[in-house]
């Protein structure tokens, strides 16, 4: 029998809660582009983060910052198109929520009406306390993100492992309970000692999912290139590496490089 769209079961915001609630963990990674949505969808990932890491990874910058809200719209609205089971999540990005709640919701109204995505995520905690209020009370769900916060890379200088100082903890503990008093869903942790993580998923009832954070969180979330091998130089700790497609790809497009250039490809069978 074949599967039509509407008889997939779609993740819902609530779905994610309940597997908080029973223990099943929530698997998320990021996705840019419909053909990798449609692989990672397909392959059963609850979460696809269209995250502004395509900054660096699709756009090759070196920070998160100059990616726009319109490419973050066109990178969500591809992905969009190749889902049918995940909940997607898009970045609002750097510059597109600082400024104020107004600016926030026209962001945020801007990508979930020109994508068709499910939420947004954004980083930061009691100082955007506004924005999120606001984009909650459009009915939009929310994800929190904490602890390493790419897009303040200037302000702290480094990508080190954050809160490892007890006051930092302590204001990373009190973001993450105002973010679930207001009404996220959600939040990311990332980059912080694996007992601060513990401690904020079990103190918070909402999912807490990790990068950098640990086991004892109730989800994670890798770049999708990283995990794929697709980047060799990325090596932090906390990545794992599923498959080496660097080495497979390069492989693939030197053997057809030689093809072409020996006159082996095309034969007659790839011919009309
Ligand atoms: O943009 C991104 O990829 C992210 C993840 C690191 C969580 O925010």
Redesign the pocket.
Same mark, same amino acid.
């Given at each position: 029998m074949s599967v039509h769209k509407s008889d997939v079961k779609k993740v819902t915001t609530h779905q994610l809660q309940n597997m908080k609630e029973r223990g099943e963990k929530i698997s998320m990674l $990021?996705a840019y582009d419909y053909s990798m949505a449609t692989i990672l969808d397909a392959a059963g990932v609850d979460v696809l983060?269209v995250? =502004?890491?395509a900054s660096n990874v699709m756009a090759g910058h070196e920070t $998160?910052l100059p990616i726009t809200l319109d490419q973050m719209i066109y990178h969500a609205s591809s992905v969009i198109r190749g889902v049918n089971r995940a909940f997607v999540v898009v =970045?609002l990005p750097f510059g597109s929520y600082q400024g104020n709640s107004s600016e926030a919701l026209r962001s945020t109204i801007r990508i979930m009406k020109e994508s068709g995505a499910h939420g947004i995520?954004l980083e930061g905690g009691a100082e955007i306390k506004e924005s999120i209020v606001r984009i909650l009370s459009a009915g939009v769900p929310v994800m929190g993100?904490l602890g390493l916060t790419p897009q303040s890379i200037y302000k702290f200088g480094t990508y080190t492992v954050r809160a490892k100082e007890e006051a930092e903890a302590q204001k990373l503990i009190e973001d993450a309970l105002l973010l679930q008093e207001l009404g996220c869903f959600s939040i !990311?942790l990332?980059k912080i000692p694996s007992e601060l993580a513990k401690r904020v998923a079990e103190k918070l009832e909402i999912p807490i999912i990790g990068?950098g954070a640990g086991p004892h969180v109730d989800g994670q !979330?890798l !770049?999708v290139h990283d995990m794929l091998g697709i980047n060799k130089e990325f090596k932090p700790r906390f990545l794992r590496r599923y498959a080496d497609l660097h080495t497979i790809m390069t492989d693939a497009v030197q053997n057809y490089v030689k093809d072409v250039k020996s006159k082996d490809f095309p034969n007659e069978k790839e011919a009309y």
């Open positions: $990021t983060l995250g =502004d890491s $998160t =970045d995520k993100h !990311v990332e990068i !979330v !770049v």
